[in-house]
DNA sequence: GTGTTATTTTAGTGACTGCTATAATATAAT
DNA sequence: ATTATATTATAGCAGTCACTAAAATAACAC
């Protein structure tokens, strides 16, 4: 699972907001979830998997945080799409769709 | 399906990029990709949906174009962890993590 | 030790993905 | 009209995804 997949998830997404404040074990981010702590736990192992967090190991717990170096390359794949934002070319599609 | 999972497929980024460029047909497209036509009609089909292309109708063909404003809640999401590219913050996670 | 807490791993499940092949639709060419 | 081209829609399939429940692993508390 490539880097565009791990933030595909919401949760994935929400779990790297919440560490990206400050690190947290994994019953600290059970609260925010909705989902059984084996859920999240599988959820940081795929965000590990791709470098977008670590760990470290205090007694029983695991502490994560967000180390979103690997966000670069989606950072930039998006940016040279920038100039279409705010522009009227971002509002041509509606003119030209003819999905009938 | 949204713009996060629409873009998580390494297709339809191409097409993306392809279609940013100037509009093209869906034969056009063709010799780009190692997959039958109707998959490629299957991804600009999620991509129309997301609103991050669109077509014009001419004749037998429709001529696609990039029009990636939907992109902008992406490049902003990734925005927010910007300050850790190329600082000292991004090689945290080397030292921290304990994985055994 | 025994039991409790924290986390990860595993097996199983339903839903979804990306693909193909084929059928259907629409326009153009002869 | 018939045939060819361009595109989309459909059905089916193997693989993946996100989830749960339960088992396994580890460290603490008593």
Redesign the interface.
Known sequence: MDV??A??D?NR?RL?ELL?QHEHSVQQLMPHFDVTVGAVSQHLKIL?EN?L?????RGRFRFY?????A??E??E??????R??GSR??R???Y?????
């Open positions: 565009y997949h933030i595909a919401a997404r790297l990206h590990l470098k967090v670590s760990r470290r190991k945080r967000a180390t979103p170096a966000l670069k989606v950072y794949w998006t940016e040279q799409y920038r279409f934002w070319l971002d041509l599609g509606e030209l769709d003819d999905s009938e």
